[in-house]
């Protein structure tokens, strides 16, 4: 990424004939956040933010009914494998967006399992009442 306004020695004495474009980015490096780095946290955000919804309503309601828990624990291994790219690469929107995340997910799929145990317990002790096990 452009980040120092120091010129590449490269272009001390004028262009080459040849540039690359990594060259080039790094002959004309800024201190600002990049725009790339802008539609990173923006994007993060937003797909971070769309599972707020869904954790508060599980939350306030404790209802899980209609959630797959397949899918959320292939979900949850998934940002917690996004998470760790981030880490290894030093990417913060991704960081950051994965964390949060999972969290998110984490929360909701806590709230899944306890759910179905609780939804088998009470199925078992109909049955047993009725069937006499």
């Given at each position: ?30 201190d600002v956040m990049s725009t790339i780095d802008i ?43 996004w998470f760790a790219y981030g880490v290894a690469v ?44």
């Amino acid at each position: 990424m452009c980040r120092s306004a120091q010129p590449h020695p490269a272009f001390s004495q004028g262009l080459p004939a040849q540039v690359s474009l990594p060259k080039l980015c790094d002959a004309f490096r800024f201190d600002v956040m990049s725009t790339i780095d802008i539609i990173g946290y923006i994007a993060a955000s937003l797909t971070t933010l769309s599972f707020l919804p869904q954790a508060l309503a599980c939350v306030r309601t404790g209802r899980t009914d209609g959630l797959s828990l397949p899918m959320y624990a292939i979900f949850s291994a998934g940002v917690a494998l996004w998470f760790a790219y981030g880490v290894a690469v030093g990417s913060w929107p991704v960081i950051l967006a994965n964390l949060v995340t999972l969290a998110f997910a984490l929360v909701i799929l806590a709230l899944i399992i306890r759910n179905r145990h609780r939804h088998v317990s009470s199925r078992d002790r109909v049955r047993s009442i009725v069937v006499g096990d």
